[in-house]
């Protein structure tokens, strides 16, 4: 099982980006898939999960400016994020949980998840 992010990279304060974490070895439609971020020195923080039935949870950092959602024909999950701050600067990470099925309605801890991607750097300027 293998997930690799992309799309992340340099953006200017207000404005927006689209990331990708694309699934191959597993259905990403059976659990839930988390989008985390890690800024220099912090510990990793949940961003957004999304469950098998589609319902979305978002941390009250992002909150009504990102957006998570699962295309289950291309097997991807991906983060857009609006109104970016400089305070979104961070490597963000996908992750697949344990729980299958998982039906989670809140953000699950980080030791729920089992497989991750490698990351990508999104940097707010």
């Known amino acids: 099982v293998q997930l690799v992010e992309s799309g992340g990279g340099s953006a200017l304060a207000g404005g927006s980006v689209r990331l990708s974490c694309a699934a191959s070895g597993h259905d990403l439609g059976r659990n839930c898939v988390a989008w985390f971020r890690q800024k220099p020195g912090q510990e990793r923080e949940a961003v957004a999960l999304i469950n098998k039935e589609g319902v979305e949870i978002y941390g009250t950092s992002v909150r009504e400016r990102a957006t998570i959602s699962r295309d289950n024909a291309k097997n991807t999950v991906y983060l857009q994020m609006s109104s970016l701050a400089l305070e979104d600067t961070a490597m963000y990470y996908c992750?697949?949980?344990?729980?299958?099925?998982?039906?989670?309605?809140?953000?699950?801890?980080?030791?729920?998840?089992?497989?991750w991607g490698q990351g990508t750097q999104v940097t707010v300027s």
């Open positions: 992750a697949i949980s344990y729980r299958n099925p998982c039906y989670a309605t809140s953000l699950l801890p980080r030791t729920d998840f089992i497989i």
